[in-house]
């Protein structure tokens, strides 16, 4: 079945980087756009970044400029670059593949 394990969330100060990897499985990697989403407390889950298969690249307005999402075709994996991070940053990240989502991992950016 279909599997996406996130890693790499944690407690970081504004302005401070991290980087979150999804690692899939249960499908073929390669023929499937990839997103990655997030979830802040009393809001409503929204897009952050998504990638096609052909490598082209989507993001939302809030994030352009400071987060990067690539893929690893060869490793089943997608990577979500977060720098310049700000406190509005703080959610809960998800790995999205089309209905499939993983667990989420919690970003949390504080001093």
């Known amino acids: 079945q279909v599997q996406l394990v996130e890693s790499g969330g944690g407690l970081v100060q504004p302005g401070g980087s991290l980087r979150l990897s999804c690692a899939a499985s249960?499908?073929?990697?390669?023929?499937?756009?990839m997103a990655w989403y997030r979830q802040a407390p009393g809001k409503q889950r929204e897009l952050v970044a998504r990638?096609?298969?052909?490598?082209?690249?989507n993001y939302a307005d809030s994030v352009k400029g400071r987060f990067t999402i690539s893929r690893d075709n060869s490793r089943n994996t997608v990577v979500l670059q977060m720098n310049s991070l700000k406190p509005e940053d703080t959610a809960v990240y998800y790995c999205?593949?089309?209905?499939?989502w993983g667990q989420g991992t919690q970003v949390t950016v504080s001093s």
């Open positions: 990638i096609t298969v052909y490598g082209y690249t």
């Open positions: 999205n593949r089309e209905g499939d």
């Open positions: 249960g499908f073929i990697f390669r023929f499937n756009a």
